[in-house]
């Protein structure tokens, strides 16, 4: 039982350049969730998924999009990357709202130049 | 707008003390609260989470307690040691069409020296 993976653990992109950050659960968790986390800020959320195919935004979703094609993958793409976009990612998922003991990734740390 | 707050940014203590954590929220109206730890360059560990029914949680030297009425909730860890260098933080989750939204803090940089 690997919980929730990453990939990759760090990238570096050029502005206006575009990625893919993977998302992959075992624990067939329904909920899942993108943060972001600013240097000694706390997480914010950026999207989140309450199964698959079913999608909405959060709190900073501006310059990013979600897909939940299966209960597994739950991918963060980001289109022309802005230096603003530098944070560290971490997803995370929970088994129930009701509940919300939420799991988290060990993070892709992005870099935009 | 819910807003979490903790106290302090940063503690240093030597080695066997017991310290407390603080973490403080503006809407008492939260569904649970969840303590977690983050080691450098690392993802966010869960430790504990305390239904809002709940006045505690404890696991091994870990002890969290939750006053909703307050907004208050503080992690006790007991006996402290070096391995428990990490931040610290907690986030609150408000329940409802939150849809399962944490709030987090910023986190207690917790240093322990031999």
């Known amino acids: 039982n690997a919980g929730v993976t990453q990939t990759p653990k760090f990238r570096i992109l050029k502005i206006g350049q575009s990625m893919t950050l993977q998302c992959t659960q075992d624990m067939n968790h329904n909920y899942m969730y993108w943060y972001r986390q600013d240097p000694g800020m706390g997480l914010k959320l950026i999207y989140y998924s309450v199964g698959a195919g079913i999608t909405d935004k959060g709190e900073v979703p501006n310059g990013y999009n979600v897909s939940r094609s299966t209960t597994e993958d739950f991918p963060l793409r980001l289109e022309l990357a802005a230096p603003s976009q530098t944070s560290v990612y971490f997803c995370?998922?929970?088994?129930?709202?009701?509940?919300?003991?939420?799991?988290f990734g060990p993070g892709t740390r992005l870099t935009v130049l | 707008k819910q807003e979490v707050t903790q106290i302090p940014a940063a503690l240093s203590v030597p080695e066997g003390e017991n310290l407390v954590l603080n973490c403080s929220f503006t809407?008492?109206?939260?569904?649970?609260l969840q303590w977690f730890r983050q080691d450098p360059g690392k993802g966010l560990t869960s430790l504990l989470l305390?239904?809002?029914?709940?006045r505690e949680q404890t696991s091994g030297r870990l002890n969290a307690s939750l006053d909703k009425s307050s907004g208050r909730s503080t992690l006790y860890i007991a006996a402290s040691q070096p391995g428990d260098s990490a931040t610290y933080l907690c986030a609150v989750y408000a329940g409802g069409t939150s849809y399962g939204k944490l709030t987090f803090g910023q986190g207690t940089i917790l240093t322990v020296h031999p």
């Open positions: 995370a998922s929970s088994y129930s709202l009701a509940y919300n003991e939420q799991f």
């Open positions: 305390i239904q809002s029914s709940q």
């Open positions: 809407d008492s109206a939260i569904y649970n």
